[in-house]
T-cell receptor
Framework: DSGVTQTPKHLITATGQRVTLRCSPR?????VYWYQQSLDQGLQFLIQ???????AKGNILERFSAQQFPDLHSELNLSSLELGDSALYFC????????????FGEGSRLTVL | QKEVEQDPGPLSVPEGAIVSLNCTYS??????FMWYRQYSRKGPELLMY????GNKEDGRFTAQVDKSSKYISLFIRDSQPSDSATYLC???????????????FGKGTKLSVKP
């Protein structure tokens, strides 16, 4: 158990809809990261937050947004969903530092029909 | 050319075999190298971490980094069925206070160890 909690574990929705994925980082970790994992693209970095502020942005679509709240939990919002958004979405957390070691949650599996 | 290349496999070996997993990369700024193990329907978990070039050993696992060749390896000795998983290499340029969390992952190699 990494200590990172993600909900929901599974989500099935229709194209055009909007969903919110939630992540609680490990106790004491200030940094939260979101990754998307699909079969063809592998694990892709989406966005990083540190103590409530956006720190780095990766391949995140404009239809997607995220935020980190004062209690350090984070939410990833996916809107105008397309079939191609079906993937596993992972949250990871770390103590901000030099090593880059991340602790991953078990992921939220999104299926868009 | 992708920043990180990893043979997706699948790789099937008998129990007790020595397994060699590899990644190549193109960004010479990378200096932190990691191997993650991902079991089916689980999140990746950190297996090995290496800074810059050199070797690191942890039990049956050995990680090697050759920065001159931009090549990293993970060796698993006396492989066990419980080692069956997808192994992902990951690397970062490292930048304290910056985007050090922007790990670049390989696509992963699926390993199956047969009893």
């Amino acid at each position: 158990d990494s200590g990172v909690t993600q909900t929901p574990k599974h989500l099935i929705t229709a194209t055009g809809q909007r969903v919110t994925l939630r992540c609680s980082p490990r106790s004491g970790d200030l940094s939260v990261y979101w990754y998307q994992q699909s079969l063809d693209q592998g694990l892709q970095f989406l966005i990083q937050y540190y103590n409530g502020e956006e720190r780095a942005k990766g391949n995140i679509l404009e239809r997607f947004s995220a935020q980190q709240f004062p209690d350090l939990h984070s939410e990833l919002n996916l809107s105008s969903l397309e079939l191609g958004d079906s993937a596993l979405y992972f949250c990871a957390s770390s103590v901000l530092g030099e090593t880059g070691e991340l602790f991953f949650g078990e992921g939220s599996r999104l299926t868009v029909l | 050319q992708k920043e990180v290349e990893q043979d997706p496999g699948p790789l099937s070996v008998p129990e007790g075999a020595i397994v060699s997993l590899n990644c190549t990369y193109s960004n010479s700024a990378f200096q932190y190298f990691m191997w993650y193990r991902q079991y089916s329907r689980k999140g990746p978990e950190l297996l090995m971490y290496t800074y810059s070039s050199g070797n690191k050993e942890d039990g049956r696992f050995t990680a090697q980094v050759d920065k001159s060749s931009k090549y990293i390896s993970l060796f698993i000795r006396d492989s066990q069925p419980s080692d069956s998983a997808t192994y992902l290499c990951a690397m970062s340029a490292g930048n304290y206070g910056g985007s050090q969390g922007n790990l670049i992952f390989g696509k992963g190699t699926k390993l199956s160890v047969k009893p």
